[in-house]
């Protein structure tokens, strides 16, 4: 199992970015997808989930409305939209699967306020 993410960066405050997980080694259209984050001395946080057939969603309470999860399982990749952008969503962003310990490697999103 790998998970590669890409996409983060600096950002103004209010800017917006998108990350992408490449996923590869397992049937990626069979598993539910997360995004985690983790920000200095604060534990790892769950951000937002989607189901094997992207049909349901789920988003912790401050991110809701901002960003969006999505997935195309025909290139084994899951998204996270983010706008609105504000510094405390300033974190290491991680790619999960569900059924497993299975993580990426993270990608850091800063945004400057």
């Known amino acids: 199992v790998q998970l590669v993410e890409s996409g983060g960066g600096l950002v103004q405050l209010g800017g917006s970015l998108r990350l992408s997980c490449a996923a590869s080694?397992?049937?990626?259209?069979?598993?539910?997808m997360r995004w985690y984050r983790q920000s200095p001395g604060k534990e790892r946080e769950l951000v937002a989930g989607?189901?094997?057939?992207?049909?349901?969603?789920n988003y912790t309470d401050s991110v809701k409305v901002r960003f969006t999860i999505s997935r195309d399982n025909a290139k084994n990749t899951v998204y996270l939209q983010m706008n609105s952008l504000k510094p405390e969503d300033t974190a290491v962003y991680y790619c999960?699967?569900?059924?497993?310990?299975?993580w990426g490697q993270g990608t850091q999103v800063t945004v400057s306020s």
């Open positions: 080694g397992f049937r990626f259209s069979s598993y539910l």
């Open positions: 999960n699967r569900a059924s497993g310990d299975y």
């Open positions: 989607i189901r094997s057939t992207g049909g349901t969603t």
